[in-house]
C-alpha cells in the first residue's frame, strides 16, 4: 500500500523482516528524497534537474568507491557494499524523475511503459536482490506488478496530477475516445470517460494478474507482503469501478473495511488466481 507519497514502496511494512529494514529505508530514503527534488516546492525546473544531476554525481562517487558521503549516500553506500546492490536501478529512478521535470504528457501507452521501467519497476528489482530472488521470472513477474501499480496510481490520481497538469493517460486512448486533453475533467465528457477508464482498468488489472503468481513463488514474509501489495492494488481498481470510474468527484482510496478484504484475499490468493486465468 501506498507509503507517504512514494507509493511504490513498502518500507513502513511490519511483515518487512527486521534484517533488511535499514537496507529498505536507506533505499526509501534515496528514491523518495529524489522524488521530492523533482516534484515538491517552489524550485524552477532547472534547479529541479541540477539537483538530480547533483544526486547522479553522487551515485558516481558510490561507484567508484569515493568516500566522504552526504548522510543520505554514505547510508546508501553501505547498502551498495553489503548486498552488492547493482546501481543501475537508482540511476533508472533518477532518469524517470527528471523525466517528470520536462515531461507532462505520454503520446502511448509504450511511452508510459517506458517511464514506468524507470519509475517503478526498480523498486521490486531492488527488493528482490536484497531477498536473494533476482532471477529472470521472478524480475519480469515483479515489473508486471510494479508497473500495474504505477498505472492503478495513475487512474487514482487523475485529478490530482490534472491539477499539477500532468495527464498519464496516453493521449492515444484519449484520442480514441474522442476526449480532448483540456476536457478531461468536463461533465460533456464523462459517458465517453468511463468508457475509457474501463478500458484502463481492465488493462491495468490484467497486467496485475499476470505478474501475481510471484507472490505465490515467493515464501515467508515476502511474499505475504507482496500478496498484500497485490491485493491492495487490486481493491483499487474495483473502488474506481464502484464509482463509476468518476474519479474526479471521488478519489478512490481504502477503508479499514478495504484493508480486512485485502487480507483475506490475500490468504486465497491461490484460488483466486486460478479462477481468474480459468476465465481467460
Known amino acids: 500500500m501506498p507509503v507517504d507519497h512514494y507509493e ?11 534484517r533488511l529494514r535499514p537496507a529498505v529505508e536507506a533505499i526509501y530514503a534515496f528514491a523518495r528524497s529524489a522524488d521530492d527534488l523533482a516534484d515538491e516546492g517552489d524550485a524552477t525546473p532547472e ?11 553522487s551515485l558516481q562517487r558510490i561507484e567508484q568507491g569515493g568516500s566522504g558521503h552526504e548522510p543520505i549516500f554514505e547510508q546508501l553506500a553501505q547498502v551498495v557494499r553489503e548486498y552488492e546492490l547493482p546501481l543501475r536501478p ?7 524523475f527528471k523525466q517528470d521535470v520536462v515531461v507532462s504528457r505520454y503520446q502511448t501507452y509504450e511511452s508510459l511503459l517506458d517511464y514506468c521501467a524507470r519509475s517503478a519497476n ?10 536473494g530472488a533476482a532471477d529472470e521470472d521472478n524480475i ?36 480514441r475516445h474522442a476526449i480532448s486533453p483540456a476536457a478531461l475533467d468536463s461533465a460533456s465528457a464523462r459517458p465517453r470517460w468511463r468508457s475509457l477508464m474501463r478500458f484502463e482498468v481492465d488493462r491495468a488489472r490484467a497486467l496485475m494478474l499476470s505478474g501475481a503468481p510471484l507472490a505465490l513463488r515467493l515464501k515467508g514474509r515476502i511474499g505475504l507482503e507482496l500478496r498484500l501489495v497485490v491485493q491492495g492494488g487490486l ?42 486465468f480459468s476465465a481467460v
Open 90 to 96: 537508482m540511476y533508472d529512478l533518477l532518469s524517470a
Open 140 to 175: 519480469r513477474d515483479s515489473d508486471a506488478i510494479c508497473t500495474a501499480l504505477q498505472l492503478i496510481n495513475f487512474l487514482q490520481d487523475v485529478a490530482v496530477d490534472l491539477h499539477k497538469e500532468r495527464i498519464y493517460i496516453p493521449l492515444e486512448d484519449l484520442n
Open 8 to 18: 511504490n514502496f513498502p518500507v513502513a511494512s511490519i511483515l518487512l523482516p527486521s
Open 47 to 57: 534547479q529541479r534537474l541540477a539537483a538530480l544531476n547533483a544526486y547522479e554525481a
Open 235 to 276: 481493491r483499487i481498481l474495483d473502488a474506481i469501478e464502484a464509482a463509476e470510474y468518476d474519479v474526479f468527484l471521488h478519489r478512490p482510496k481504502l477503508t479499514r473495511r478495504d484493508y480486512i478484504g485485502i487480507v483475506w484475499a490475500a490468504l486465497r490468493m491461490k484460488k483466486q488466481l486460478k479462477t481468474a
Open 122 to 131: 526498480p523498486v521490486g528489482f531492488m527488493m528482490l536482490h536484497l531477498y
